[in-house]
């Protein structure tokens, strides 16, 4: 399985984006999937997931309230609706899909497919 990022841009402070993660293959029951972010200076930070079964969802607690995930089993693909964009939302956005493992929150570095980042930019 390969995953497919899009919809990142250049948008102005309060303004929304909506990134897709299309994955090639199909997206077991036992998976989850989500985003980091990635900003320069900064180490990695995880922003939002969601089980594929459930539909269970966490978040960051810099973007709750903000951007909402979703998916849709049928098309194997998640959504992030990024709403009340900040400068400091900006950075690569790269998105994975890895077996879900209930003890650990987030999504784990190096685990499962990830796929290519992309760029979003919020300007002031």
């Known amino acids: 399985v390969q995953l497919q990022a899009s919809g990142g841009g250049l948008v102005q402070t309060g303004g929304s984006l909506r990134l897709s993660c299309a994955a090639s293959?199909?997206?077991?029951?036992?998976?989850?999937m989500g985003w980091v972010r990635q900003t320069p200076g900064k180490k990695r930070e995880f922003v939002a997931r969601?089980?594929?079964?459930?539909?269970?969802?966490s978040y960051t607690e810099s973007v709750k309230g903000r951007f909402t995930i979703s998916r849709d089993n049928a098309k194997n693909t998640a959504y992030l609706q990024m709403n009340n964009l900040k400068p400091e939302d900006t950075g690569v956005y790269l998105c994975?899909?890895?077996?879900?493992?209930?003890?650990?929150?987030?999504?784990?570095?190096?685990?499962?497919?990830w796929g290519q980042g992309t760029l979003v930019t919020v300007s002031s």
């Open positions: 994975a899909a890895q077996i879900l493992d209930g003890l650990v929150p987030g999504l784990r570095p190096n685990v499962g497919v």
């Open positions: 293959g199909r997206i077991l029951p036992n998976y989850v």
């Open positions: 969601i089980t594929w079964n459930a539909g269970l969802t």
